[in-house]
């Protein structure tokens, strides 16, 4: 542990890695961790496919990213929510995401699924969607489709189950956060956040921490933080490129 000079507070400085939302503000990033873009690209039939990993982008301990939706140097927070007197009061709930999530059943595995966490991001359409595909489990090639969509999810919102252990199958993430570009779409997507990254809320209460989250930062949601698809509806875009 060690002590900074200026506060006289004790840090790890190993940095803490999470993200610390501010009232009516931005997104506060402690730590070192990645920040790039993440693009959502179709197969040849238009469903969504796979992530394809672009440029990296600035970011280190205290970088505050923008959460309103109207700063015009996007990922990053330049103060706009002030001029626009953002109201960026939190209504997503403190649950555990198993308590918000439904367990559908199937033969091979299970897939549970927490609605309200929806990013929009589409990898649960192909082949009949995921819920087709877990009733149809015992088939293995449908097995793996689950899983592959589940765990393409960005937000978490599905989450594929072994059915042996009840073990969750989640893939294998570092701490990252990715800035989602959904061209299919025709938008910009949600922050999403890699690897077990925890958040705290602005009154310092924190959210579960989940392998995959996806932060709103279109300003518009109603289950903020956390994206709920409003980017989708509002034809968000962040202007990077």
Known sequence: MGEDKETGRLHDE?????????????YIVSGEMPLAIQTIQPDENGYSYEWEEGRGLECGDGTALCR??????KPY???????VSFDGTETAVQEPYVAQA????????DLQDAQALCAGARFCD?????????????DPQARELVVDEAGNCPSGRLVAVEKATGSDIEPELEASIGVV??????????????????VESADGAPYETRN?????RCGQSR???????????????????
């Not at 309103?68 to 140097?73: E, Q, T």
């Not at 439904?102 to 595995?109: I, S, T």
């Not at 995959?212 to 709103?216: E, F, I, K, P």
């Open 181 to 198: 570009q959904d061209p299919a779409a025709g938008c910009s997507g949600p922050l999403w956040l890699r690897g077990g990254i925890p």
């Open 14 to 26: 190993r940095g803490e890695q999470k993200i610390s939302i501010i009232k009516d503000g931005p």
């Open 102 to 109: 439904r367990l559908f059943a199937g033969p091979g595995v």
């Open 126 to 138: 192909r082949e009949g969607g995921a819920w087709q595909l877990t009733r149809r489990s015992d």
């Open 68 to 73: 309103c939706g109207k700063a015009s140097d």
């Open 212 to 216: 995959r989250a996806t932060l709103c």
């Open 223 to 241: 289950n903020k933080p956390f994206c709920d698809s409003s980017h989708v509806a509002a034809a968000f875009r962040d202007g990077i490129t």
């Open 77 to 83: 927070c330049d103060g706009t929510h002030t001029q």
